[in-house]
């Protein structure tokens, strides 16, 4: 009988719910690219896999300060009108306010501005709306109270391309206004002096992603340029700028690329009391990366902190402050020279940090428990919307990454609140929430199927915010249905991993591991390299970590023997993983006792789909015979009227007959007696599918 696998191995099947995209090997071009320039054949697939084949695209790559960039000035329109306000504002000694916003873009984009602002002489202040009260952005209240403290001129930072109200109120009560944004345009543009927003610029242009900091960092500089006071300037505004890069995860190419690569070699020696005092209390180890070997080029990468030190380690310690405190503790640890008053709020973000993470898992376990209860039909919602009260929403957006994650479908979490009625003294409920998205599902247009439901909303592609009226819920979730439905097909609801290239476990070393220094700096639309090894033995494992994670030896048999340590994060709910399996991994730098070695991250794990000839057989006709968790199956392809049709039988003589194209089959002795069956289901699919490779389809 087609079924499950008998009870002692029963949970095998549990595995991550994913769909693996492998890149085509092109093995003649990598070897060519690999010989001219001095890298692996495998780092050159992953090069060619980044649209770079020729010796001086990756020249231009690897060695970004090679490259010849356009001057700001010829780029941003609005440039030389933003530094000519400022300029008279300084000379004139008006007031200055900078209106910031609560995550890390916006911290460290106020930080660096009143950094180089008071260095520049001005006269400046900031203000960053209350995350719990106000939300998003620069509003009325913070344009009269600026203009109530006699502010002569606003700089928004990372906000602000969307507040046509208040901007418009600071003309009115005759305040210039300077707005340095990177989000999407809206229909009208707000009527300030000046706009710095990269959307509004050429999309060939290599500031065209910059983040919020990034816009803020082009300011000050071409400002302090105009002023001859660039001296001493640049490289504590360059480590600013890279924390606000890699932390709000815009693309490491163009300027980003360059200037990122500069700020990560600066950072473990940093100029910057709270830099160093966050480093220290995040336990981020400063070592040195030896020098890859590429004869073809002269790179140095040495003291230099990696992206992930940023996006795992400093960046969540900032991120929590804005999502659970008071961002002024923020901006004081990254404006203060006084390193004891720099350890204090370094101390202060590791504490709000460790209660943020413990509010994430108390809320990914009730949301996982609530998904649990009930069972929504994903495949037929195709889409998760998750709303229970007494959520903290400013972690529910991390929340929602790890449902996605999970669940491979778009995530919309929120929370109930309390909102005061302006008509009534009573209260009334509202929706608060986030949301993440997938490769194939546009957040902000998905928001905006479902706008006359919102009272408030705002994102890009991958994420966003929203709120609304507590009785609009269920229509909100119906709605997001129907669009989800519009652009979502059945394969797209798992989580996908991008795979680069296969390796054999015997060619994983500290020697590619160095090599990889070369990519750096990796991170959005620059992925580090992922790596698939096929039937990996598991010989050992262990749960660490609070039982969140899987710690691992994986072994591969062959021509050389190969055995390395790795990691699997948040998998305890698949412990132990099969004997036998295809992984999926990144590559991690380990050291314990003194030695150094390689780990693997693992990212993805499946079934073997590639078996060896002890299990595989293959006939000349079109038909094969494989196994599959210990038992034998045959399988062939046959035709059921018009269409083709693979069947699967077991020793028994029960059949799965399946067509292209359905989401149930039918099980039985004949197809007179069968029964109709969800193929969907993890045991079925792996099924099918290493039914299929046998058959070579």
């Known amino acids: 009988m087609l079924e499950l696998p008998p009870s002692k191995s029963s949970h095998l099947h549990r595995l991550p719910n994913q769909r693996w995209q492998i890149y085509s090997p092109q093995p003649q071009q990598a070897e060519r690219l690999a010989a001219e320039i001095g890298l692996s054949p495998l780092l050159a697939q992953v090069l060619i896999n980044r649209g770079m084949d020729t010796l001086t695209e990756v020249q231009g790559f690897v060695e970004p300060e090679s490259l010849v960039l356009p001057q700001p000035m010829d780029e941003f329109p609005d440039l030389a009108v933003s530094v000519k306000l400022l300029r008279e504002a300084i000379s004139r000694g008006q007031k200055i306010a900078i209106c910031g916003d609560y995550d890390a873009d916006g911290m460290t984009s106020t930080a660096l501005l009143l950094r180089a602002l008071r260095v ?69 543009l707000p009527p300030a002096d000046a706009i710095l927003n ?323 700096p990796c991170g959005m639309e620059n992925k580090a390299p992922v790596f698939w090894t096929a039937n990996v033995s598991i010989t050992e494992q262990k749960i660490v970590g609070k039982g969140n994670h899987v710690k691992l030896t994986a072994s591969q048999t062959g021509k050389i023997p190969a055995s390395l340590g790795g990691i699997a994060w948040r998998w305890g709910e698949y412990f132990p993983l099969p004997r036998l399996v295809d992984i999926a991994y990144r590559l991690r730098e380990n050291t314990f006792n003194g030695k150094t070695s390689v780990q693997l991250e693992l990212l993805g794990v499946r079934l073997p789909v590639s078996l060896g000839n002890s299990d595989l057989r293959v006939s000349p006709k079109s038909k094969a015979e494989f196994d599959y968790y210990d038992r034998t199956y045959s399988c062939s392809l046959s035709r059921s009227g018009d269409l083709q049709e693979l069947r699967i039988r077991n020793s028994q003589g029960q059949i799965l007959a399946i067509q292209p194209g359905q989401k149930t089959g039918l099980l039985g002795n004949s197809r007179e007696n069968a029964q109709e069956v969800d193929v969907s289901r993890p045991f079925f699919e792996n099924l099918i599918q290493t039914a299929s490779r046998a058959l070579g389809i």
């Open 120 to 188: 520049l002489g001005a006269n400046v202040d900031y203000a960053i709306p209350s995350r719990m009260r106000e939300g998003y952005g620069i509003n009325d209240r913070i344009v009269e109270e600026f203009h109530s403290e006699g502010v002569a001129l606003i700089l928004t930072v990372d906000n602000g391309i969307a507040a046509f109200g208040p901007v418009q109120r600071a003309r009115e009560l005759g305040v210039k206004v300077i707005i340095t944004d990177h989000h999407d345009l809206p229909p009208q």
């Open 198 to 520: 990269p959307k509004l610029i050429a999309e060939s242009s290599p500031y065209r992603g910059l983040a919020g900091v990034g816009v803020a960092y082009v300011l000050a500089i071409s400002l302090a340029q105009s002023l001859h006071k660039v001296g001493g300037l640049v490289n504590p505004l360059l480590e600013l700028f890279t924390l606000g890069t890699i932390a709000d995860l815009a693309p490491l190419t163009g300027v980003n690329r360059r200037w990122v690569k500069r700020g990560l070699r600066l950072l473990p020696h940093s100029q910057l009391a709270g830099v160093q005092a966050l480093i220290q209390v995040a336990g981020v180890q400063q070592g040195s990366s030896e020098t890859p070997l590429i004869p073809n080029f002269k790179t140095q990468v040495q003291n230099s902190l990696k992206p992930e030190d940023i996006g795992f380690r400093l960046g969540p310690r900032i991120n929590a402050v804005g999502r659970l405190a008071d961002p002024q503790i923020v901006i004081e640890l990254l404006t203060t020279d006084d390193r004891d008053l720099a350890l204090i709020r370094a101390m202060e973000c590791e504490q709000i940090n460790q209660r943020r993470q413990e509010l994430c898992l108390e809320i990914e376990q009730e949301a996982i428990a609530w998904c649990e209860e009930k069972s929504p039909n994903l495949q037929q919602e195709r889409v998760l919307v998750v709303v229970q009260p007494g959520w903290h929403h400013g972690v529910i957006g991390i929340v929602a990454s790890r449902l996605v994650e999970r669940y491979g479908v778009p995530v919309f979490i929120g929370t109930f609140e309390d909102e005061a009625d302006e008509d009534e003294p009573n209260k009334s409920k509202i929706v608060r929430g986030s949301a993440r998205g997938i490769p194939e599902f546009n957040v902000f247009e998905g928001l905006n199927f479902c706008a006359d439901l919102l009272t408030k909303f705002g994102g890009h592609k991958a994420a966003g915010g929203f709120s609304m009226p507590a009785e609009n819920l269920e229509k909100f979730g119906s709605q997001l249905s129907v669009f989800a439905n519009q652009c979502l097909e059945p394969e797209h609801l798992k989580p996908l991993v991008s795979v680069d290239v296969q390796a054999d476990l015997s060619e994983i070393n500290l020697d590619l591991y160095r090599q990889i220094d070369a990519l750096e």
